[in-house]
């Protein structure tokens, strides 16, 4: 073990000169060395390392394999893509995982070609993988195979592949992937709707919004957060009605895809109140370095309820005072914003509609 450290450690401190050693130790009887020198050779990055860590692709050890394959990807040279390619082969799975690694980490166009006939590769992981790359190189020669291979009899192979399809964007896997939202694999169904909005062509809007009716909870909230991501205002209406999902992640991406779609109507206070809900979860991701941007956003809607006060609509005058009232207490305003909010609910006591006055009122109760 003190052995193998120190190999690792000529990676980190020995630079160009620990080359030549390392690759000498790549022959040492102990397995556990032999991978220790292929770890520091890829750390150290140096192309003179990229033979020799070809042949320990077909060492007799796993982790020995595994590590080399892992560092000709962290080398990026591209005469390791052909036999990367061949190590998505190995018999043991974490050598296929590494190889795959490698070979995105590389991203060669060189590789697509191979790649696209390992699609019809015996076994279902070499398929699997093969897809995955492809997906993640982004080269156009890949997507009419990948396209074929949506038909692929294994079910993480068919779901790999729509994924690959959003990756690459094309417009011809439309269609196709239209098709999956329909499929009786709700998993399949959720990864198309998925690489719907990764695409964003307009075509997949209609198919999107039925499937908001998707009995499957994870395939509604997919479609929503594609409807987000495309932001077609053909969406708004039944997105509208889906804020009262049972369920809550299905609501906070509705809310998430109304506020991309950019519809004045989303300040109603049903939206305010999922929006909000929405940046208090996991799926906005805000963190200390981020408060500012919270803040800073809830103050935009804010200020835009403040100038609805007036809106000659009186549902919008009553949604503008509710969604105030809710979001005063998160938020740091300064005397004269509280005077003017106070002043403009004033008015609204005296608002012709009822259901304004009463909501001005509670919103003074209040300040």
């Not at 890829?42 to 020799?52: L, N, S």
């Not at 998505?88 to 070609?113: F, G, H, M, N, Q």
């Not at 005397?335 to 919103?363: F, H, M, T, Y």
């Amino acid at each position: 073990m003190c052995r193998g450290a120190g190999v690792k450690g000529r990676g980190k401190g020995g630079g160009p000169r620990a080359v030549e050693p390392l690759i000498e130790i790549l022959r040492d009887e102990k397995s556990e060395i032999r991978t220790a020198a292929a770890e520091a050779l890829g750390d150290i990055g140096d192309p003179r390392a990229v033979e020799p860590l070809i042949q320990a692709l077909n060492d007799n050890n796993r982790d020995v394999r595994k590590t080399a394959a892992l560092a000709l990807g962290a080398i990026k040279d591209p005469r390791a893509i052909a036999p990367l390619i061949q190590a998505l082969t190995d018999k043991e799975w974490v050598v296929r995982d590494a190889a795959t690694e490698a070979l995105i980490e590389i991203k060669d166009p060189r590789a697509v070609e191979p790649l696209i006939q390992f699609l019809h590769n015996v076994h279902s992981d070499v398929r699997w993988a093969a897809a995955r790359i492809l997906g993640e190189i982004g080269d156009p020669r890949a997507v009419e195979p990948l396209i074929q291979a949506l038909n692929d009899e294994f079910k993480n192979v068919r779901i790999i592949t729509i994924l690959a399809l959003g990756k690459l964007k094309d417009p011809r896997a439309v269609e196709p992937l239209i098709q999956r939202l329909s499929d009786s694999e709700k998993d399949i169904r959720e990864a198309a709707a998925y690489a719907l909005g990764e695409i964003g062509d307009p075509r997949a809007v209609e198919p999107l919004i039925q499937t908001l009716h998707d009995r499957i909870d994870d395939v509604r909230e997919a479609a929503a957060e594609a409807l987000g991501e495309i932001s077609d205002p053909r969406a708004f209406e039944l997105l509208i009605q889906t804020l009262y999902d049972e369920n809550q992640n299905v609501r906070q991406a509705v809310a998430w895809a109304l506020w991309k779609i950019g519809d004045p109507r989303v300040v109603e206070p049903l939206v305010l109140a999922a929006l909000y809900d929405c940046f208090l979860s996991e799926k906005f991701e805000f963190d200390k370095k981020t408060q500012t941007f919270k803040k800073i956003f809830l103050m935009s809607i804010f200020r835009s309820l403040v100038e609805l006060l007036t809106d000659r609509n009186s549902l919008v005058r009553r949604a503008a005072v509710e969604g105030i009232s809710f979001l005063l207490p998160d938020l740091e305003t300064d005397a004269d914003v509280v005077r003017g909010i106070k002043e403009a609910a004033q008015r609204l006591v005296d608002d012709d509609d009822e259901s304004v006055r009463v909501a001005a009122k509670k919103l003074l109760e209040k300040l």
